[in-house]
């Protein structure tokens, strides 16, 4: 049998990046990766969880719903709850904006499973989708999947370059492309992988931009706002959602997860959408497993009902913080001053940023002699999108707090500064 | 702005025929629902899960990876266990065949997914799969979703018809069609919905018809085995998976669950995959969620390497046997002697199916009057593909001794005997 049978979507999918990083992880024993997104272990909340957990399983009424099957929209009592958590975030960031409700709300196996599915209700081959250049490499995979056109837009400290998105916007109006253009896709908190936080009033401005391009398209051309690291800020005032931005709610898709805040073992995403893609994101859904385990579910409401992830919440961004403190004086101690990076006020992530004429990427001689060094980071060229109107950019790295103890992050930034000193 | 943005896909993704079906249920607070297939309620290992997760949470060594992502494939134990609890099965039913492997295996959230994605990894739009007449009405969803065309293959008592199967191919491959078919599609033990259990020996001769005319469609052809209901025996002897045809074991792709056997709220369910299709379904399912969520992956591994999982299942069929019994004895009290149906051996349906002339589906005076009197089935129509080559029956019903109790089970069935009195 000489031809395989696997689909157009089969056969486009690559190998995730992240898989090629974890087996040269594990084939060096002694390596420090500051490359995977992993979350702290120290404080994931083993105790809560356990307790939580006691509590829903001991008496049936709790405990066989949290067993059962549920709906493919989620726990009606949970949707509530991170309807109105998401409201007061904005409202204690500054908005004024009428609540946001259950019906908007659907619950997700992570909001990685959302990303995919408003892809696929809303994407076919070929269409394009404007994103943070560099971006979430996972999302990318999804877009390559796909076969979708990505353009990148520019990030400045407070996130996308507005001037570059109009631009972006226009070239795609004069080449005919704009039906086409179906999202902006933006990581608005400490995004992966740079850290930068987009405020809320270029969400706002990216939104009117976006509508004055839509009479072009034809067609809504919605943000698709990943919310992600969102509740991992350790300094700073929060910005408020694009759902803030109440004029423009029909055009917003708003992801967001408590795999993050709480424990990425227990993985419960959300999202608040308008009702026509809630519809079909629910039929959709209703295809991939007709609704996310309930158990799961049941720990988070329970969670967000009690004061478990309130209480946990705060211990967690202490930790993040210090972590975050950790790498920052180590970067300052060992990397080369021709090294940009900028300090971390949320998130997991630190962009540490070469001369141009040195590379970063996985066949890069940097690459190669940090892994020899035994430690690995996220190859900045990673996270950027194949976008034709651009060459790549192959000087970064994306170096993570997340998942490493503070010795290692000390000992891994260390061997990264020890490293990089040999090529500048 | 008059045109959506949505996808093809998005489009064309019909609303589940289980969701109207569930509006309908809410709307009448006195039915007694026999359609949903939710699993019993009383039976749920609440206890044993509760014990189960205390002993992971309480050590950082075990409760810190339950928290924690992991990878994409799934808990190397569970995967381990997975293999080798489907061999011993095989073995069991008589099957001579070498041990099945972790690397083989995939940890999904719910078999759903797994169908999902393989469907996914194999279907372009246009392309066929051949399945039961009736079948599984979400994985019809799928197939509907992704714009492919379906082949329905009659079901006799021991499972497909292998010379209607032999004639479908054979009639496809007289059209030019044969390049299209991509799998043949069985739930293979207690069939949802006729609870029909396709033999070993019919497996293997499937499978050899479809390597026969794979000559013709230019590639291979999958069997795709959806053995979601296999651990629900309460009479009669295990059949052995079609990974037990050593000869075609690259031609079969087995799905199965720990949701139906273990808890429906856990919802893990597993793949045992030809390696080429394995690398392509962890591809997508990277794209999906990076990994089933931990935390309930360790409560199965727990489950299946304590002696939780194998004193739950002997009590869980007993309980469903009986509850098979509380129907069958109604069925024979109130149903009409003209309906036709069969003794369950297992699986949570039993498929009554009354003369022609009447019809059942959802726009039936029968299901309406059903409607009336308080108790509601799946009409057979929404189990049957839209498959040009026949007319799409429309005089069964799917009744399931699954989510109701032994009381309603009894009362519904009165209730249902009751107005088929009036049509007979």
Redesign the interface.
Same mark, same amino acid.
């Given at each position: 049998? %000489?031809?395989?049978?696997?689909?157009?979507?089969?056969r486009s999918?690559?190998?995730?990046a992240?898989?090629w990083l974890?087996e040269v992880a594990l084939s060096r024993p002694n390596l420090v990766s500051l490359a995977a997104?992993?979350?702290d272990?120290e404080s994931?909340?083993?105790?809560q969880?356990?307790e939580l957990? $006691?509590e829903i399983?001991?008496s049936?009424k709790t405990?066989?719903?949290?067993?059962?099957?549920?709906?493919?929209a989620g726990d009606p009592e949970l949707r509530k709850l991170t309807a109105a958590v998401s409201h007061s975030q904005d409202v204690a960031a500054g908005a004024k904006v009428a609540k946001y409700t259950a019906s908007q709300t659907v619950i997700t196996?992570?909001s990685?499973?959302l990303l995919?599915i408003l892809t =696929?209700?809303?994407? $076919?081959p070929g $269409?394009i989708v404007i994103l943070e250049d560099p971006t979430y490499f996972?999302y990318l995979?999804?877009a390559q999947?796909h076969r979708l056109q990505c353009r990148g837009v520019r990030l400045e400290a407070d996130g996308i370059d507005l001037a570059h998105l109009e631009q972006v916007l226009e070239s795609l109006k004069k080449s005919g492309d704009l039906p086409r253009v %179906?999202?902006l896709y933006l990581v608005s908190y400490f995004q992966n992988p740079t850290g930068t936080t987009t405020s809320f009033a270029k969400k706002v401005k990216a939104l009117e931009l976006l509508r004055r391009y839509?009479k072009f398209?034809?067609?809504?051309?919605?943000l698709l706002e990943d919310a992600a690291y969102r509740e991992l800020r350790f300094s700073g005032a929060d910005e408020a959602s694009a759902l803030a931005a109440a004029k423009f709610s029909d055009r917003v898709l708003y992801t967001s997860t408590y795999s993050k805040p709480f424990?990425?073992?227990?993985?419960v995403g959300f999202g608040i959408l308008p009702p026509?893609i809630l =519809?079909?994101v629910?039929?959709?859904k209703?295809?991939? $497993?007709?609704g996310?385990?309930?158990?799961?579910q049941?720990?988070m409401t329970a969670a967000l009902s009690s004061t478990a992830y309130d209480k946990h919440l705060p211990q967690l961004r202490a930790r993040y913080a210090k972590k975050a403190i950790t790498m920052t004086n180590a970067i300052r101690e060992h990397f080369p001053s021709q090294v940009e990076w900028a300090e971390p006020a949320g998130g997991l992530y630190v962009w540490a940023k070469v001369p141009d004429k040195i590379k970063s990427g996985t066949k890069s001689k940097l690459f190669q002699t940090a892994l020899e060094n035994d430690v690995l980071y996220v190859p900045g060229e990673l996270c950027y999108a194949n976008d034709p109107t651009r060459r790549k950019p192959n000087s970064a790295m994306r170096i993570s707090f997340g998942g490493a103890n503070e010795k290692n992050i000390a000992l891994g930034i260390a061997r990264l500064g020890g490293v990089l000193k040999k090529f500048l």
């Amino acid at each position: 049998m %000489k031809r395989s049978a696997l689909s157009e979507l089969g056969r486009s999918t690559e190998p995730p990046a992240i898989s090629w990083l974890m087996e040269v992880a594990l084939s060096r024993p002694n390596l420090v990766s500051l490359a995977a997104g992993f979350t702290d272990n120290e404080s994931l909340p083993l105790n809560q969880t356990r307790e939580l957990l $006691d509590e829903i399983l001991r008496s049936p009424k709790t405990g066989r719903p949290a067993l059962q099957y549920g709906t493919t929209a989620g726990d009606p009592e949970l949707r509530k709850l991170t309807a109105a958590v998401s409201h007061s975030q904005d409202v204690a960031a500054g908005a004024k904006v009428a609540k946001y409700t259950a019906s908007q709300t659907v619950i997700t196996h992570g909001s990685q499973q959302l990303l995919y599915i408003l892809t =696929e209700a809303l994407c $076919d081959p070929g $269409d394009i989708v404007i994103l943070e250049d560099p971006t979430y490499f996972v999302y990318l995979g999804i877009a390559q999947s796909h076969r979708l056109q990505c353009r990148g837009v520019r990030l400045e400290a407070d996130g996308i370059d507005l001037a570059h998105l109009e631009q972006v916007l226009e070239s795609l109006k004069k080449s005919g492309d704009l039906p086409r253009v %179906k999202m902006l896709y933006l990581v608005s908190y400490f995004q992966n992988p740079t850290g930068t936080t987009t405020s809320f009033a270029k969400k706002v401005k990216a939104l009117e931009l976006l509508r004055r391009y839509e009479k072009f398209a034809g067609h809504p051309i919605y943000l698709l706002e990943d919310a992600a690291y969102r509740e991992l800020r350790f300094s700073g005032a929060d910005e408020a959602s694009a759902l803030a931005a109440a004029k423009f709610s029909d055009r917003v898709l708003y992801t967001s997860t408590y795999s993050k805040p709480f424990a990425t073992g227990v993985r419960v995403g959300f999202g608040i959408l308008p009702p026509e893609i809630l =519809e079909v994101v629910l039929r959709i859904k209703g295809n991939h $497993d007709f609704g996310t385990a309930n158990l799961l579910q049941r720990i988070m409401t329970a969670a967000l009902s009690s004061t478990a992830y309130d209480k946990h919440l705060p211990q967690l961004r202490a930790r993040y913080a210090k972590k975050a403190i950790t790498m920052t004086n180590a970067i300052r101690e060992h990397f080369p001053s021709q090294v940009e990076w900028a300090e971390p006020a949320g998130g997991l992530y630190v962009w540490a940023k070469v001369p141009d004429k040195i590379k970063s990427g996985t066949k890069s001689k940097l690459f190669q002699t940090a892994l020899e060094n035994d430690v690995l980071y996220v190859p900045g060229e990673l996270c950027y999108a194949n976008d034709p109107t651009r060459r790549k950019p192959n000087s970064a790295m994306r170096i993570s707090f997340g998942g490493a103890n503070e010795k290692n992050i000390a000992l891994g930034i260390a061997r990264l500064g020890g490293v990089l000193k040999k090529f500048l």
